[in-house]
DNA sequence: ATAATATATGAATATTCATTCAAATGTTCA
DNA sequence: TGAACATTTGAATGAATATTCATATATTAT
């Protein structure tokens, strides 16, 4: 057979619908844009982190706030906090030995609606 | 100190604001419902799966299509559609041994919108 | 029936990552 | 200054998982 990609070396079967695919594949982002994609779903991919985020959806609480509310030790409680501050998900705020956490933005509760409605329907 | 949940025990600090954590906690969706959450967000947290969705969101196609498309072997591609069909975002249709994927419903795109405005926000 | 092809599947491997534990940092207060 | 406390951080451990490889299943055509 013949192919358009010439590059492609690890797939090992045969394309079928060729046309399509080469359409398909001008439309698609950069690899970059799907990469961080992924990065961020990846951040909302653990309970321990949805429930810190949807806490602090509620309220603006500190480190042992959200530790004592989901019952977990403050230094896991702190690991996730910067994983959620490295994705731009939670800002902080500090007050003498005290750090209060909150949402950055509003996407937050916009990508839990959309990921609820989706479970509500299976 | 006195606390109101009295059940707690893996917390290893004291709570600061007990009242705001209370109230957040009377607010907060069933720990199931939260579970569920992260797991169809963790689907979403593969760049093989996001690719995977993003194209089949441009047009249905069978497993060496995508494959093809993102020069990977089809049984990495086929492994991967296993755990989107188990999440319910897509679906296949058999045609002689060829078997077509195809999107399940519309919250994959919204999903993916959401995603990246916060991407793009940053 | 046999060959060829499309897909699925199970085991193995390698990597990623959440939590724990111990220790460090920084702040308040006596 | 030193004790107490809130938080951070780094290393270690164990669990989860993406891909590969080999093989199995199913369908079509000869």
């Not at 690890?10 to 080469?22: A, F, W």
């Not at 653990?46 to 977990?72: G, P, Q, Y």
Request: charged share 35%.
């Amino acid at each position: 057979m013949t192919r358009k990609y010439e590059e492609i070396e690890r797939c090992d079967c045969d394309v079928i619908h060729e046309d399509v695919v080469y359409e398909v594949k001008k439309k698609m982002p950069r690899e970059e844009t799907l990469y961080d994609l992924a990065e961020l779903f990846k951040v909302f991919g653990d309970s321990t982190r949805i429930k810190i985020l949807w806490a602090l959806e509620e309220a603006e609480m500190c480190v042992c706030d959200i530790a004592f509310l989901l019952n977990m030790t403050q230094s896991a409680i702190s690991h996730q906090l910067r994983v959620l501050k490295q994705a731009k998900l939670v800002r902080s705020r500090k007050e003498g030995k005290i750090v209060y956490y909150s949402l950055s933005d509003d996407h937050v509760r916009q990508i839990f609606d959309q990921g609820l409605s989706h479970i509500n329907e299976g």
